[in-house]
């Protein structure tokens, strides 16, 4: 059974007295930094020296210095760069300038798990995963709430790591939520195949197939985009909410009829299958040679697919709606 913890087993004292680098300033890191500011903590951010993102987070407060200067000067070393990034920054600035009893904190298990960062054992090594997007990080926070957050440990060599991983993730708002035990394995792998069997690839393509359906069939492509694309959120907004019952609750009985006798035929024993053989590429570790591949080669693979997903018909249906609608910023 999963364990829990509470504001109430946050020692804050330890996080106070270290000072933090937050590396990186993107969709994580900037939403981390500047939720860990206004909690009252010891921030910096770390930016290669030619980032464009240096003037925003000198703009915003925050004292701007390298990876290196902060693997020299700073307690916690706070990973917000992305996955197949890190490793090069980690071996080339940080590892060089560790010294013992520092924190590497990280957002995402993956170059701890795939063994492409292995820290010295006199390092602790720590997880907060907030299960949240960075701009949801943020709102939440602004709002005085917060989203939910995975906590893990992979290496204690201070006997404080559990402390210093729950104090940051009382700075970004995480704790006011929820904050649940995992491990670097276990959040690692659930979330790249929640992002690919389901969320950033599964449902997508769901979308995209429904709409194709209709629009082969004869219906206008607006008249899909909003039946299985925009009415998505919807329903997304009630799974959160109310789970499955009570999103099957709130919504018609014909929907609920249709959806619960059909569902099963779209999404069948062959499509539970192939999500096995996705999840077994995922912990063989075979997705993310592909993937570290795929970007030391400049990423080809990529760039075609975003291009022929930009030029679908659903995608230049919806551009148009959505600014009809005022959705498009």
């Excluded at 993310?288 to 291009?307: H, Q, S, V, Y």
Aim: aromatic share 8%; net charge negative.
């Amino acid at each position: 059974m999963a364990h829990f913890y509470s504001e109430s087993d946050i020692q804050l004292d330890r996080i106070r007295s270290q000072k933090i680098a937050v590396i990186g300033y993107g969709s994580q890191g900037r939403p981390h930094a500047l939720n860990l500011l206004d909690s009252g903590l010891d921030i910096t951010v770390a930016l290669y020296e030619t980032s464009p993102s240096r003037v925003r987070a000198l703009d915003e407060g925050f004292s701007v210095i390298t990876a290196q200067e902060a693997a020299q000067r700073c307690d916690i070393l706070a990973f917000c760069v992305p996955d197949v990034k890190m490793a090069a920054i980690y071996h080339a600035e940080i590892a060089p300038h560790l010294r013992p009893g520092q924190t590497l904190l990280f957002i995402h298990g993956f170059n701890i798990h795939f063994g492409l960062i292995s820290p010295p054992p006199d390092v602790d090594v720590a997880l907060v995963a907030p299960k949240g997007a960075g701009y949801g990080v943020r709102k939440n926070f602004e709002e005085h709430s917060g989203v939910p957050g995975l906590i893990a440990i992979h290496q204690d060599a201070t006997g404080q790591a559990l402390q210093t991983a729950l104090g940051y993730a009382w700075g970004l708002g995480c704790a006011r939520v929820m904050l649940m035990e995992t491990t670097f394995k276990e959040e690692t792998v659930t979330d790249l195949f929640g992002e690919q069997a389901v969320l950033c690839g599964g449902i997508p393509e769901l979308v995209k197939a429904g709409f194709q359906t209709l629009v082969d069939a004869g219906y206008q492509p607006e008249a899909a985009y909003f039946e299985v694309l925009h009415e998505t959120k919807l329903i997304v907004d009630l799974l959160v909410a109310k789970g499955l019952t009570g999103m099957r609750q709130a919504i018609s009985d014909t929907a609920e009829w249709g959806g619960l006798i059909q569902g099963p035929t779209v999404i069948d024993e062959q499509v539970r299958e192939r999500m096995k053989k996705v999840l077994a590429a995922i912990e063989s570790g075979e997705f993310t040679r592909e993937w570290i591949e795929e970007d030391a080669c400049g990423r080809p693979n990529l760039k075609r697919l975003e291009f022929s997903e930009q030029t679908l018909q659903v995608e230049t249906a919806g551009r148009e709606l959505r600014k009809r609608m005022n959705l498009e910023q």
